[in-house]
């Protein structure tokens, strides 16, 4: 279990061009599991790095990511995947489903290459259920709406039960009505699952209903929650 995130000067720079851009610095955040964090700002303001980062999807040039202690970026790549695999879920403005997998076997897609304790397939039945989908389990993709298809990103994130969920923008594709549920969701998955929710969003009406919002500009944690300015 992952219980404690903490981001201790973190920095993210590119080098492109003989020009150094930094996408985020002088990052300093503590988050525990169970919170619903939003994460706002304009567009490059550096939401999306940040996520990558929480996520060891993409590694600080510049101070360090800890989890519950540990740096988990420093072990070996194996090490980061198990972890990934075992404490982190992510959902992404565009669904990347597998076009000829059904919803279900989309949904089973994590666990394909992965030993677990449990019945794969009764477990990807649970999350269908879940996000209200069961009766949509053989369907392809392109025999979906866009709601749907995000619904079965979603189950595909929590198969494993992770205690993390990352979603960069999962509402950014859909109509507000839409938008809302998927929304809902999430917020449900977080009370009943106790997972931790990073929620980015360029959507001020969603942020707010978060337990907590972060502001970022220019790579910058600009507020934190309460809007006090704390960089």
Request: hydrophobic share 35%; with cysteine.
């Amino acid at each position: 279990m992952s219980t404690n995130i903490e981001c201790i000067d973190v920095g993210k720079s590119y080098l492109g061009d003989g020009i150094k851009t930094n996408a985020v610095k002088n990052i300093n955040l503590k988050f525990t599991k169970g919170e619903f964090i939003s994460i706002v700002g304009p567009s490059g303001s550096g939401k999306s790095t940040l996520l990558s980062l929480l996520g060891t999807l993409d590694f600080p040039t510049s101070g360090k990511i800890l989890y519950d202690g540990e740096e988990i970026v420093k072990k070996s790549k194996k090490t980061i995947s198990d972890f990934r695999f075992e404490h982190i879920g992510f959902i992404f403005q565009q669904f990347h489903l597998l076009p000829t997998l059904t919803a279900l076997e989309n949904v089973l897609s994590p666990l394909f290459a992965r030993k677990v304790s449990y019945n794969k397939i009764e477990r990807a039945k649970e999350v269908l259920a879940q996000v209200g989908l069961s009766d949509k389990a053989n369907s392809l993709p392109s025999q979906l709406s866009g709601g749907q298809q995000q619904r079965i990103a979603i189950a595909r994130a929590i198969v494993h039960k992770p205690d993390w969920l990352l979603a960069d923008e999962p509402t950014g594709n859909l109509d507000s009505e839409t938008g809302d549920t998927i929304f809902e969701l999430i917020q449900q998955l977080n009370q009943q699952e106790g997972c931790g929710v990073f929620f980015v969003t360029h959507d001020p009406k969603l942020a707010t209903k978060a337990n907590r919002t972060i502001t970022m500009k220019d790579g910058i944690v600009i507020s934190d929650k309460t809007g006090e300015r704390i960089c």
